[in-house]
């Protein structure tokens, strides 16, 4: 998934276009982290229901219990999907040793776990916004796991 925004943001920390900021020279990791953990409309949504996230695991585990009112909202569904793959990449992230943001080219992000493998985060969170699996607290533990 192309994330227009990032080049500007690459632009202002001096990395080139297309480079993943985490990799590049002079990158700076705090700050993609800090990116990509917004999830403006994940938490505006899911705070509808009551459900305030935490950055947990135990989080995880909350959103796939919620009842999946999204749904009803076919354009705001995939927007919705990436927040959630970017909230789970961010659990990752902060609570799993090693772990890490990595941006293809062309903005794609991911998590990369400390043995090397690749995470897409922001597909498992769109195959759970849409399809409601995998659930978000299992690729966590999976994740946790590597």
Request: with cysteine; proline share 9%; hydrophobic share 40%.
């Amino acid at each position: 998934m192309n994330i227009p925004f990032l080049d500007g943001w690459r632009r202002r920390h001096g990395g080139p276009r297309g480079q993943s900021p985490v990799s590049a020279p002079g990158g700076d990791p705090e700050g993609v982290a800090e990116l990509l953990s917004e999830c403006a409309l994940l938490r505006a949504t899911v705070g509808r229901q009551g459900l305030e996230l935490d950055d947990t695991p135990s989080s995880l585990e909350a959103l796939d219990q919620l009842p999946p009112r999204w749904r009803d909202d076919p354009e705001e569904l995939p927007w919705l999907g990436n927040d959630a793959g970017l909230y789970l990449g961010t659990v990752i992230v902060r609570t799993v040793r090693g772990a890490a943001w990595h941006v293809w080219p062309g903005g794609h992000p991911v998590v990369r776990l400390a043995s090397g493998r690749e995470v897409n985060v922001v597909e498992a969170g769109l195959d759970w916004a849409v399809h409601g699996s995998p659930e978000l607290s299992q690729v966590y533990a999976e994740a946790a796991e590597a």
